[in-house]
């Protein structure tokens, strides 16, 4: 059974910074991409950031520059650091794992991320 277990939500000033933890268990491929993708109540579920398991990275426009997405294959684990954080960035944060071997993909279930002053 496959679990994605998150961390690293809160509540921040806009300006500030947090970092979100994403671990996995479970997976058995051994080609594995994982993202982060957020929502907000009343809107699609969109990527925010995605890195393959080469270690390619996508950033959507809006994030580039202000996020790193990064990953530890020994802990199985993928990393968003998130820099000069905004209102806009309000949303509850996904991680996603996309076995390439099994073609399955794998959700978290989810945490907050509140930028308000």
């Known amino acids: 059974q496959v679990q994605l277990v998150e961390s690293g939500g809160g509540l921040v000033e806009p300006g500030g910074s947090l970092t979100l933890s994403c671990t996995a268990s479970?997976?058995?491929?051994?080609?594995?991409?994982m993202g982060w993708h957020r929502q907000v109540p009343g809107e699609e579920r969109e990527l925010v950031a995605s890195?393959?398991?080469?270690?390619?990275?996508f950033y959507v426009d809006r994030v580039k520059g202000r996020f790193t997405i990064s990953r530890n294959n020994a802990k199985n684990t993928v990393y968003l650091q998130m820099n000069g954080l905004k209102p806009e960035d309000t949303a509850v944060y996904y991680c996603?794992?996309?076995?390439?071997?099994?073609?399955?993909?794998?959700w978290g279930q989810g945490t907050q991320v509140t930028v308000s002053s």
């Open positions: 479970g997976l058995i491929g051994s080609r594995v991409a």
């Open positions: 890195v393959s398991s080469g270690g390619s990275t």
């Open positions: 996603r794992a996309t076995d390439l071997d099994v073609k399955a993909d794998y």
